[in-house]
């Protein structure tokens, strides 16, 4: 080896040494700019019966959501949501804010919770029949019903009130966007614990939502292990979508195809507000007894 092979072997060498340490460089910057999005710390335990039962039994809560109480029966509800404090929870289609406050209480304020609700402007269409049958015309001279207060504003006004009684619950966030998209921007993508869609999925068909789109920014939203819950009125087996807009029900295998394709895989369905007396032909059913109603769950792999 002569002179000239040997300097440019040198050459060669110091050329890697100064590669590996522009390397490095870059290395310890991608390393403090993944810290800087490092994934929150993992959430506490889930919260065990004990702590639904105090939760539920908290004096703040409004008369109107102890009377929802035995219709919707949270303690088992928030059991098989697996809430844990500090997680961060979406709720879709919050409408009076019942699910959306439950959330907060459960996460507590080092969690984050969004009531979502679509802009009044973007629904497109009228189901076939109002859900629960024609209303009952009001009796000469009563009263009119109270105008029903737009979701984002209820949401807001639990807020206040979670607020004022000084009570241990996550911030909420009205959030008023499209279903299509309706993941807040202060939610960055793979940060979300929990999304639920509490009996509302049937009216994303006469709405004429793009349920696909909206399926796949909650998968998008959601952390991995993420859990997205939806509860509903079960339709009749074969039935699909074809009765969401008049006798308010959806077929849950139907329903369960659509999260799937999504991404999801199912986990599990609770039975605590099952009816298999509900024949499941009626808006209402006949003879009067509670809707067969199910609950889902999905993870995000």
Known sequence: MNQTDTDRMMTQAARRIHSWRGLGSLAVAALLAACSLAPRAPAPALLDASAIERLLASPERSSADRSNDQRRKPAPLLAFMEVRRGMWALDLSAGGGYTTELLARAAGREGRVWGQSQPREAIRGAPAAPEGGAAAAPAAGAPAAPARIASDVAVNNRQQALLR?????????????????????????????????????????????????????????????????????????????????TLHRIDEQYLRAEIERAGFRFVAEAGFLRNPNDPRDRNNPDPPQPKDDFVMKFVKP
Do not use: C
């Open 165 to 245: 009684a000084g009570v241990d619950a996550a911030p909420i966030e009205a959030v008023v966007q499209r279903f299509e998209t309706p993941v807040p921007a202060s939610a960055p993508a793979g940060s979300i614990d929990r999304v639920t869609l509490m009996f509302n999925y049937h009216d994303l068909v006469w709405m004429g939502v793009d349920r696909e789109r909206m399926n796949r920014a909650v998968f998008a939203a959601l952390k991995p292990g993420g859990l997205y819950i939806i509860g509903d009125h079960a339709g009749r087996p074969g039935t699909g979508i074809s009765e969401a807009g």
